[in-house]
């Protein structure tokens, strides 16, 4: 059962399942708008993600649990409970309603690590907790970093504009950041599919592999063909941009991005991951470096 298929990740992930001849049914909001989201194939079960009674009758059909739900816009921890600590209370106790030993993969976020530094960071974090301290079933974490690749809504804005030679980089000079692709990290889940019983009661951060993260001159180098102009702008800037959009949000009803939160993300010294617990566990190792991410993801059709 799938969470979130409708999602970047979810949608790659259907795919990816169905081309391995797995059978996939997804959970979807009785209102979404993104019903024709779901691939030719994918069974929809209709629900709430707070309905725990008909989770938990859906999930009795199944081998294994994969929660990609997500919200990252938010103007404080309420509006991030719903999805990243809520949703994954009702799927838990759903599970273990259903008394089965079926796995349960929660799709967290590499922000867990640092609760504090914002509330969408502190909701992932708290719903880690939800998984942690709740399941009586076998479970695993991933934290990937910024996932980027064709339908990405949030990483993309900032790759085309280093591929046209206009970088701005918001956090230190020095900072370093891990990035995956799509595709790989989709793969590191069909990988934990063969070898859950390796990684129960784990949280695995993983990564294109490329060691020690990049920095923006690698980003922007590798974006643009090595020709750039890149514009620092400076943290009073980008908090007094984030306040005005927090203030923004409010009055118009919308949900931000940038945050006073999302900036303190923005300016942290690095985020960092490490493959080799994952790799060990699974075998599972990435094989798309930011140079041919980039290529598949700005290529004239979806690989």
């Known amino acids: ?33 993104n ?3 779901l691939l030719c194939g994918v069974h929809a079960m209709f629900a709430d993600l707070s309905n725990t009674d008909k989770l938990a009758s ?18 404080n921890l309420e509006d991030f409970r719903a999805a990243n600590i809520a949703g994954v209370r009702s799927v838990v106790d759903a599970m273990n309603q259903a008394s089965l030993q079926i796995p349960l993969l929660l799709i967290s976020s590499l922000a867990a690590s640092r609760p504090r530094v914002s509330d969408y960071a502190n909701s992932k974090f708290l719903g880690e907790r939800e998984v942690i301290h709740h399941a009586r079933f076998p479970w695993t974490i991933f934290r990937p970093p910024a996932v980027y690749g064709q339908g990405d809504k949030e990483m993309l804005p900032i790759l085309k504009l280093a591929r046209k030679g206009i970088v701005i980089p918001i956090g230190p000079a020095q900072q ?9 990290l989709v793969a590191a889940m069909l990988a934990w599919l063969e070898s859950w019983t390796d990684c129960r009661e784990q949280i695995f951060s993983l990564d294109d592999g490329h060691s020690g993260g990049y920095d923006w001159r690698e ?19 980008l908090f007094a941009a984030a306040k005005v959009n927090l203030l923004l949000s409010g009055l118009f009803g919308y949900s931000p991005m940038l945050s006073p939160g999302k900036a303190r993300e923005l300016i942290q010294p690095d985020w960092l991951c490490d493959n080799e617990s994952l790799t060990q566990a699974t075998g599972w190792s990435p094989v798309i470096d930011l140079e041919n991410g980039l290529k598949k993801t700005f290529g004239n059709h979806e690989n």
């Open 1 to 33: 059962m799938l969470t979130g298929a409708t999602g970047f990740i979810g949608r790659r992930l259907q795919k990816a399942l169905l081309v391995n001849d797995r059978q996939v049914s997804a959970v979807v909001k009785p209102s979404s708008s």
């Open 219 to 237: 980003i922007a180098e590798t974006a643009s063909g090595g020709k750039y102009y890149s514009f620092k702008i400076p943290d009073a800037l």
């Open 58 to 75: 859906a999930i009795a059909d199944c081998k294994a649990v994969i929660y990609c739900a997500g919200s990252v816009r938010g103007r």
């Open 176 to 184: 370093k950041l891990s990035l995956i692709h799509v595709d790989d």
């Open 35 to 37: 019903k024709d989201q």
